[in-house]
């Protein structure tokens, strides 16, 4: 008699893939981008500058600014570019990111935003913390070393009074910076089964709070190291979320992640 096993599939998002160099690092820097212009490209200038061995993935949302053109990323030292053409926000722009970077065997995958808002030399301090075994790396602001210029208050007092908070009250472990999408992960922790984070239930925010909060829970190797974010003294504060309804988004979704909702 034959026995069928159940075979979980991964749930990321469908992408286009252009891939420049050939892998040559254990880790990779996945930086999650949608028109960031100028911004994103002076940000690979000044990783370029630190010659870290790292792999440079960028995961565009769906850039239509020519940001993502390949003769401009090819001149950075890019390895790959992956082109989201599924639904979704930066959640799954996240596990498309995982995925390749999973199925191209990398030990340790390294996280920002494409904003030129995080200052890269702290790259190689996830780098080490990846090689020394932790398995969920968080960059903050707030912990001797690091640095913060022009915060946005009402940024500064939800980070600290709320965010924070909540989540290291749900996750055991006392975060100070959980907004901040500077991190690192193990492909350990990534490919972990009772995690399951390939699910399409993470489509916008979700997936930063649920990885913080399990990393501890599942018994993974937490830890935070000093990053440095600077916000513009003047204009627009660069961001995706709208001040109305994307704050309340992110709100709702700290609480269900804090309640549980999104565990399998």
Do not use: W
């Not at 959640?91 to 390749?100: L, V």
């Not at 995958?109 to 398995?135: E, Q, R, Y």
């Not at 009772?194 to 829970?217: G, N």
Request: aromatic share 10%; hydrophobic share 35%; charged share 20%.
């Amino acid at each position: 008699m034959s026995v069928k096993l159940k075979v979980k599939l991964k749930q990321y998002p469908k992408f286009t893939l252009s891939e420049f160099l050939t892998k040559t690092s254990d880790f990779c820097l996945c930086i999650f981008v949608i028109n960031e212009n100028q911004k994103l490209i002076d940000q690979l200038k000044k990783i370029q500058k630190l010659k870290l061995p790292l792999d440079i993935i960028i995961a565009d949302g769906g850039s239509t600014d020519g940001s993502t053109e390949e003769s401009v990323l090819k001149s950075l030292n890019v390895r790959s570019l992956l082109t989201k053409t599924g639904p979704g926000k930066l959640s799954a722009q996240m596990r498309m990111a995982f995925h390749y970077a999973l199925e191209q065997g990398y030990k340790g995958v390294i996280t920002m935003d494409g904003n030129n808002k995080d200052d890269p030399k702290s790259l190689s301090l996830f780098i080490d913390a990846l090689i020394h075994g932790k398995d969920h790396i968080q960059g903050s602001r707030f912990i001797p070393g690091g640095y913060h210029e022009n915060t946005p208050l009402s940024r500064f007092l939800a980070v600290k009074c709320i965010h924070a908070p909540l989540i290291s009250l749900a996750s055991g472990f006392r975060y100070t910076d959980t907004t901040n999408g500077f991190r690192a992960y193990s492909s350990s922790f990534l490919s972990d089964p009772k995690l399951d984070v390939f699910r399409d239930i993470f489509i916008k925010y979700e997936l930063h709070y649920y990885l913080a909060i399990q990393a501890c829970k599942l018994g993974f190797k937490v830890c935070e190291v000093p990053t440095s974010r600077i916000y513009p003294s003047t204009g627009k504060v660069p961001t995706k979320i709208s001040p109305l309804k994307g704050n309340f988004e992110v709100l709702m979704t700290l609480f269900k992640a804090v309640i549980g909702s999104y565990n399998p």
